[in-house]
């Protein structure tokens, strides 16, 4: 049973209040609330994961010396 990552409930997905997607995985929530929240700031609740970490890695450290030109 997925996990409402905002409030940490169990929720169904047939009956999830509401429903996002972020970096291709899909996210359920109790209630319009935690969506809401969730669609706010979806990096401090979305489910860390190995495709995410290498993202992080390799998208934005590599670019910070690009100002300095
Ligand atoms: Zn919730």
Redesign the pocket.
Known sequence: MPR?P????N?NEDRAAGRSEYRGRSYY???D??KMEFDRSPDRYATPDETRERDDRTGRTGWTGDRSR
């Not at 905002?6 to 409930?9: E, K, M, P, Q």
Request: aromatic share 10%; proline share 0%; with cysteine.
């Open positions: 409402d905002v409030c940490g409930t929720v929530f109790c209630s609330r935690c």
